[in-house]
């Protein structure tokens, strides 16, 4: 068994490798001490072998996965719930619902629902402690196509201070981050406005040229929105707004390494460029997990998801509408290429995220830290969660 007391878990530390129990009380870790080989077989693993023990994941983009669409009306709180136990089985144990580019009180009441649902869970119980905030995905972004990427062009609009002010009211001031477009001229008022309430300004579906980009960077933009997508099919070698991001020092990335958003010169790029600046998202949305097919999305409309798990506008294949894999494939995408070792990876979809977020699971697997974690098998750079814990209690798993 994975939990060799009420609140104590055996396994092997991801990053060291040796045999170790954590202790955990009062949702933290307590303790993390050396457990030795002890020689049990009937420990847990294969063959004997102990379970790799792991910060939880942290995903900053979730759309929905599952056939839960979290940009469709109503909301189902039940559902909600649903995806978060969904989201537990694949090691993440934090995430931000990822509310996209649509008509403005539909945005508002999506957003309100959100804030229902949370505060319904109890935010210091573990399915509302699994949700720290809200991702706020346009609409101030480019309206050009490509940039746009598969948000609808209508409800498109330059930043509208007050309209944010309104929806960060009714998401019950949750929101975590907001991406947005520099090429607009409030931009820069936007960023800051985002400073002062702690919220992440984050760059994405731009267009914007580098003096905009570094103008708003300057006001306060601290990350990209999945880098190297929501752009041209065909982009001028250089300046261009992907350059100018990796560029710049200041600028967290975050990537959708599910194998189709990004080829691997892109990633690895990327991935020198930022000098451990590079974080791993999802971009999941509701046909993720699902077979493949011709879906509609009520914010995207038609697409298609291939059997090799590509998902694309009905409408042009060369726009991509979201990911259909979860975090935890991207993990294992970098680790297979070759760019970094597996613990690196999962770093940068776990801990990573949690301390851009300025969160306590940042603090990794660490005395005083949430208990926050997954107990996991490696088959190859192929994972299998065993168990899921958050705050110090199994969510998924025996």
Aim: hydrophobic share 40%; aromatic share 6%.
């Amino acid at each position: 068994m994975a939990v060799t007391g009420p609140s104590v878990y055996r396994g092997r530390h991801y990053r060291q490798g040796r045999p170790i129990e954590v202790r955990c009380e009062n949702g933290l870790i307590a303790e993390i001490r050396d457990a030795g080989d002890t020689g049990n077989t009937a420990d847990n693993g294969e063959n004997g072998s102990l379970y790799w023990i792991a910060p939880g994941l942290v995903d900053l983009q979730v759309n929905g996965y599952g056939g839960i669409d979290l940009n469709r009306e109503p909301l189902n709180p039940k559902e909600f719930y649903g995806l978060i136990h969904t989201l537990w089985s694949l090691g993440v144990t934090s995430f931000l619902p990822t509310v996209i580019t649509n008509e403005p009180s539909a945005m508002g009441r999506l957003l309100a629902s959100l804030n229902e649902a949370i505060v319904a869970a109890g935010e210091n119980k573990s399915l509302g402690a699994s949700v720290p905030g809200i991702h706020l995905e346009g609409p101030f972004i480019s309206p050009q196509d490509g940039p746009r990427g598969a948000h609808g062009k209508t409800w498109v609009m330059p930043p509208d201070i007050e309209r944010l002010e309104e929806w960060h009211r009714l998401s019950g001031e949750r929101l975590r981050i907001v991406t947005f477009s520099p090429e607009w001229p409030a931009s820069e008022a936007l960023a800051r406005w985002c400073g002062r309430r702690n919220i992440v300004a984050s760059i994405g579906h731009t267009a914007a040229d580098g003096d905009q980009i570094r103008a708003a960077v300057k006001a306060g933009a601290a990350l990209s929105t999945h880098l190297g997508n929501g752009a041209h099919p065909v982009l001028p070698r250089h300046p261009n707004y992907i350059w100018e991001q990796m560029a710049n020092d200041d600028l967290v990335a975050c990537v959708i390494a599910d194998g189709f958003h990004l080829s691997e010169a892109v990633l690895k790029t990327i991935y020198r460029a930022k000098a451990g600046r590079m974080l791993l998202v999802s971009d999941s949305v509701a046909v993720a997990g699902l077979p493949a097919g011709r879906y509609h999305s009520p914010v995207g409309g038609d697409v298609v998801l291939s059997q090799e798990g590509k998902l694309y506008l009905a409408e042009d294949e060369r726009l991509l509408a979201g990911s259909a894999k979860p975090l935890i494939k991207g993990v294992e995408h970098l680790a297979s290429i070759g760019l970094c070792d597996w613990q690196e990876a999962w770093e940068m979809a776990s801990v990573g995220p949690a301390r851009t977020l300025g969160i306590p699971a940042g603090q990794g697997l660490a005395e005083g830290a949430p208990a926050d974690f997954v107990l996991m098998e490696t088959n190859g750079l192929c994972f299998s969660i065993k168990q899921t814990v958050k705050r110090g209690q199994p969510v998924y798993g025996g």
